[in-house]
Every structure is written in C-alpha cells, then in structure tokens.
C-alpha cells in the first residue's frame, strides 16, 4: 500500500535585512499567485520582509536555503519581491560583506547606508502591491514616474567593459581646455597605468596623481574619463570629493568639460533631502546617469556599469565615517577597484601616509604634477617671527603682514586670512576668579558666538544653545570677557582696521546651506579688492581668481595636538590654504605668523616638494610601528554613568590581556575627549599589532568577551584616524 506524500515544506530563502544593527535571516519564500510569472528568486534580489513589528526591506543571499523542520513554524513567510530597484550582483554583495566583516558591523548596517532612507522606510515598502506581483504602487510608483519610463528596465550587459574595442567618445566639449605639457604627460601616463591605451596593462595599475595646488588635476581626470569613455562609451565613473561644498562648482566644471548634459549626472550627499537623494540614487542604479559625484556615502551606490573611481583629495579625514558603520571610502574604493577590476584614480597635494606608502610599495603608480597650470610661480612664503614682530594691527597682525594686506588691497586684489577656529572667543570667563562658561551636557567649555545682534553660547558636541550667564555665577563678578581668538572677533578687529574694503566671512554658520555657500563663492571669484576670512572650509579645491595674499594666523596652536597624525593634518591643511593664492598671478605671497619659524612643519611648507616633509613623516611612522605600518583599532563605548562605562572597560581589559594574541598590545582603557558629550561618558580603549592577522585575533576575543559580559553598545573602530 502506497503511502500518500507528505506536504512539500516551502522554499526557504536566507537574506540580510536592510536595517541598522541586523544580518541574515530565514525566510520562507514569497508566495506564487498564477499570474506570477517571473523569474525563480536568485542571489541579489530585493524582497520585502516582516521583521518584528516592521516592514522592511531585504536582499537575498541565499536563495536555496536547506528547511530545517524544527524551525518551520519559527519562520516567516517574506511579503513579496521589491523590483523597483536592480538586484546587486555577487561582486557588490561581497563588496557590502567584506566591509561588514573588516570594520566589525553587520550586514544590514552595511546595506542600511547603501540604499536611501526613503526608498527602504517602512511606509514606502508597505505601497509594494499584492504579494508575489512585481510592480509597485504610489508612493514610490510616484518617484518612479519621475524618472521617466526609459530609466526604468534592466542594465545593459557590462562584461568585459574593460577590454571593448574603441568606439565613439563623448560629444565634444562645451569649453576648449588645452592641457599644458605636463598635463599630457600626467595623462599619458596615468592612461597607460589604467590600461587605458593600446599598449596598457591587462589589469588596471592604480593612478596616483600628486600635483600641487593649481596645477590642473581635474583636467587629468576629466581626461581620463574621455579615455574611458572612448574605450566603453556607457560605463559609469564614480567621482569622491571630500566634502558637500565641492560638489556645485565640480558639477559644472565636469558637464562643461565632458561635454554632457545634465541629465547624465547624479549627485549624491548627505546634505539632499530624502527623495532629492532617492531619485538621484534610482537614476545611478538604473544606469540612466553615468557619472556619479558624491561624497563618501556615494561609493556604496550598487552602480551596474561602474568602471572607474576617481578619488579627488584622497588625504582629507572626511573620508573616514565617525558614525555607525566606520569605515575609509578611499580604503575602501581601493578595495573596491581590486575586486572588480576597476580603473582607480586617486589625487591630492598632500598624500596621505597610507597613500605614500602604497606607492613605496609599488601598489600605486606615481604621476606628479609639479607647476601650476596657468604657468605662474608658486606664492612667496614668509615665516613672520613673532619672537621679532609685535603685533600691532587689529590684534593680531604685524606690521609687515598690515604692509603686505595694504599694497595687496591698492592693486585691486583679495587677501584671505585663515583662522581655523568659528565662533567670537572660545571661552567666555570671569577674569576675577577664573570661572568658564561650560556645557551642562560635555565637559567642555561652551564657544560665544554672535548671530545677528544677539549673543549665544554654543556647545560645538552636542549643539546646546543658550544665552550667556549676565554675571559670574561662583564669584558674582559682573565683567564676563571673552577669551582667544575666534573668527566672528577679528571679523570685527579687520573691518575696523581696513575700513573702506569689503569682507566676506566663509564658515560653517556663514555659509549655512550649500545653495548659501555657491553663491558666497560666485562672488568671491570675482576679481575685486576684498578681504576673505574663512575657517578650512575654504581651504581645498575652490580656485579664487582674484586672490593674491593668504595670511595664515594663530597656527601655533594646533602644533601641540597630541594625535600622532596631527602633523600630517596641520601640513596638509597649510599646504592647501596657501595654495589657494596666486594661481593667475606671480606676486602672490604667504603670511604664516608664529613663534616657531624653524619647526621641521613650517621648513617643509618652506621646500619646493611637499613630498620631502611628508616622508620625513612616513619615516616616523615606521620606526613607532604606527600606520601605515603597523594597525590599530579602537574600542569605544558611552554610558550615561562615569562607573558604569569605566567598570566595563576595566573587566573587558582584565579578560583581553589574559587571552591576547603574543603579538597584540592592549593599551589600557582611558577616558575619550571629551570625556563626556551630551550627557554620555566616553571610554575607549586601543589595540595595536605590527600585523593584521594578531589584530583581528585580538578583536575577535574583545567581542566575545563584551558580549558575554552584556556590552551591547561596544563600538570597533578599524583603523582609526585618532587615538583618543
């Protein structure tokens, strides 16, 4: 007697789920309707899946998962397929898992930062239709729409886009840029490191540009990307700047220069409102724009023709996340061009360390560019002795620094004065006993600012605002003074000092929104006699036609940080700001004014090749074992109790020093700065190894050691920009 069959059990699917915090689950498989006619699911897929209360959005990373009987009531059952944005290829979720597994978060977190916050927020997810259908319903369909129906449809195929033959280029340029001979040797040979001439290499050789300030490193990249283009007329390029302000003058000099509308752009930042970034986003993973310029979040955009990286001011620290998931774009777009065979191309004035020694190494190769592009000298810099010179002009300036901005001034040209330092004073304080004005929620001092006519004191953590005390609360002294230097107070000094001449302040609360900071940099390219004073923000990639003196102030201070990558910042950031004088003109002139004019920093500003001082630092670098030749990771956690975060870190050091890796060191842990910020105290604690795989032993025991003692909010930081 035959048996009668068992009910089949349902497909099971393994899938990561899109939500910070969250990594791979079981799922039954969305169920078939018989209208339901397409494809079975497959690796890459995006599905829409119950989790707890929510709805949220999910990809598939296994889509033949063996059921286990025990757990079939356990699990549940996934709500339909999400097909209004591509399924990632197996190169992209291995990319988004590697970057999971090297800076220690999970998968979703990883995949939370890749899709925009609209299009994966509940509420979005929740208009998918009928389970199993595979079209979508308002309010989504409504950005879809949107887009216009040619951008919506699978991406072409894109095997091989490295090795096609040579085919029609782009249109011709709006604007006729003729690159000097040094450009065309930079192009010349950065094409034929990325393999992008007849005779080029077969796997792409990554191109490291170093030019200094003015010397045309985006003509380089425009030009390689032409090269690209001509070899595979629809591959994308992904375009990293640093920061959010760069992208408006980028945008235009790009499209004038490639010769492309528009239409075949994406920007993405973090500065876009949710549905400006979801539709620029879903115009990028369609295909539809095949540049791409964005800052660090951008090069998580699963692209389906990607085919070049081009890292623009590889050095700068904004790069490297300081939230949720920690990680490096320029590392990771490195490893991002290893995996997938991309062209990478990387530039800076300053490279960083890491950068220098990957050259050293021979992983990158070095195309310098060494004279300015519009032909002029570099800037004459003058060390100004404050040993020697008494300041006498509006508080800060010498006399022969007041000359220099007077002569400057008469020919009808700018001055830039750099302070690094928002607010009116730093501190305010009672001069009869020494009280400071703190933040009730950080153990810092609050900064005096001035907005319009009103002063305010404001935490530069956590952002409390409030009205400065009228008298002194310890000693009941009614003089309260401002104490150093901020940039709202020698806004104040110049106008008095130099009436008569325009200023236009450049900083953070100046500029406010990047509309606001577009049109501050519109008119200061005009060529005008005025005064600029900005904070860094102004200090890389913005070309300043007029500008013919910087004068660098009050730089002594940042020479006594204790972070062992300071010095590399402070260069860096000197070396940018001066850079912005004199690019049309061969009287510019540097005025940095300090009291250690023979320091070896100040020396290297001083040589004709940054690179000199910048390897003195490497030097450094390699006998302390520190990065990049020795690895680090830190340990951070925050509680609203002092004991209970340093009772924490103390047990979790006590367990890691007795099963450490040999060639792991465990720093004990110590207070962060500041030590407390928005009312949480911060511990962290470091781990060092001149090698990797002792590091990542050394990390694995810390996890399992704060997880057994219930350290649910331990946060790893791979490879961390500071030490404290």
């Not at 005779?199 to 032409?226: D, F, M």
């Not at 290297?604 to 003195?616: F, I, K, M, S």
Request: with cysteine; hydrophobic share 40%.
């Amino acid at each position: 007697m035959s048996q009668s069959p068992s009910r089949s059990e349902p497909k099971v699917v393994s899938v990561a789920v899109v939500a910070p915090g969250l990594g791979e689950f079981d799922y039954d498989a969305p169920p078939s309707t018989p209208s339901d006619q397409g494809p079975e699911l497959r690796q890459g897929d995006w599905l829409v899946v119950p989790f707890a209360r929510r709805v949220l959005l999910a990809v598939v990373t296994n889509p033949d998962k063996q059921p286990d009987g025990c757990d079939r009531f356990k699990r549940r059952q996934a709500l339909g397929r999400f097909s209004a944005i591509p399924a990632i290829t197996a190169a992209q979720l291995e990319f988004f898992t590697f970057i999971a597994n090297y800076y220690r978060s999970s998968l979703g977190s990883v995949l939370s930062m890749a899709i925009p916050a609209w299009i994966r927020s509940s509420k979005n997810l929740q208009a998918l239709c009928e389970p199993a259908e595979t079209r979508v319903r308002a309010p989504l369909q409504k950005l879809l729409d949107t887009l216009g129906s040619a951008s919506i449809g699978p991406p072409e195929n894109t095997q091989n886009t490295q090795n096609t033959h040579l085919g029609n280029g782009p249109p011709d340029s709006k604007i006729t840029l003729v690159p000097t001979t040094e450009q065309t040797q930079a192009i010349e040979q950065a094409a034929a490191s990325l393999g992008l001439t007849q005779a080029g290499h077969k796997r792409p050789i990554p191109a490291y540009l170093q030019g200094v300030t003015g010397s045309g490193k985006t003509l380089v990249y425009v030009e390689l990307i032409k090269r690209l283009w001509q070899v595979s007329p629809k591959a994308q390029v992904l375009y990293l700047v640093p920061e959010i302000a760069l992208t408006p003058v980028l945008k235009s000099r790009l499209l004038d220069a490639l010769g492309l509308g528009p239409d075949a752009l994406s920007i993405l930042h973090s500065g876009m409102t949710d549905r400006q970034r979801a539709l620029a986003w879903m115009q990028a993973v369609h295909g539809v724009t095949k540049l791409i310029l964005g800052t660090r979040l951008s090069l998580m955009t699963p692209l389906p023709r990607l085919a070049m990286i081009v890292v623009d001011e590889e050095h700068d620290s904004s790069y490297k996340s300081q939230e949720s998931v920690r990680y490096s774009a320029r590392d990771l777009a490195a490893y991002c061009a290893s995996q997938q065979n991309l062209h990478l191309v990387m530039g800076s004035a300053t490279p960083s360390l890491e950068s220098l020694a990957q050259i050293e190494k021979g992983r990158y190769s070095l195309v310098r560019l060494l004279k300015q592009a519009t032909g002029a000298p570099k800037a004459a810099l003058t060390m100004v002795d404050l040993n020697k010179e008494r300041i006498a002009c509006a508080g800060v300036l010498t006399d022969s620094v007041r000359q220099a901005v007077e002569e400057t001034l008469g020919r009808g040209r700018q001055v830039l004065f750099f302070l690094n330092r928002r607010g009116y004073a730093p501190l305010l304080s009672c001069p009869s006993c020494g009280w400071t004005q703190g933040c009730e929620h950080c153990s810092v001092s609050m900064v005096l600012h001035r907005k319009a006519s009103q002063w305010q004191m404001v935490c530069h953590h956590c952002g409390l605002t409030k009205r400065p005390q009228p008298r002194c609360p310890s000693c009941g002294a009614a003089e309260l003074t401002g104490q150093g230097l901020g940039i709202q107070w020698l806004e104040d000094q110049l106008r008095d000092a130099f009436p008569g001449h325009a200023l236009t302040r450049v900083d953070s609360d100046s500029a406010g929104t990047t509309q606001k900071m577009t049109q501050m940099l519109k008119q200061l390219q005009q060529p005008k006699p005025e005064m600029i004073l900005a904070t860094q923000i102004l200090a890389k990639g913005h070309d300043l036609p007029g500008l013919s003196t910087v004068v660098v102030l009050d730089v002594d201070s940042q020479l006594l940080s204790p972070e062992f990558r300071a010095p590399e910042w402070l260069f860096s950031t000197l070396l940018q700001v001066s850079g912005r004088a004199g690019r049309h003109e061969d009287q510019a002139r540097v005025f940095l004014q300090t009291r250690y004019p023979t320091h070896p920093l100040f020396q290297g500003l001083q040589g004709d090749d940054p690179a000199a001082y910048l390897n003195t630092l490497l030097e450094e670098r390699r006998q302390a074992l520190l990065p990049p030749y020795g690895h680090i990771a830190a340990l951070r956690m925050t509680a609203r109790s002092e004991a209970t975060v340093q009772g924490h870190f103390n047990k979790l050091y006590e367990e890691l020093v007795k099963g450490k890796p040999a060639d792991c060191q465990v720093h004990r842990p110590s207070p962060s700065y500041p030590e407390k910020r928005a009312n949480q105290y911060r511990w962290h604690m470091v781990l060092e190894s001149p090698r990797r795989a002792p590091l990542n032993a050394g990390l694995e025991l810390a996890l399992a050691i704060a997880q057994e003692q219930g350290m649910r909010d331990l946060i790893v930081d791979v490879d961390p920009l500071g030490l404290s």
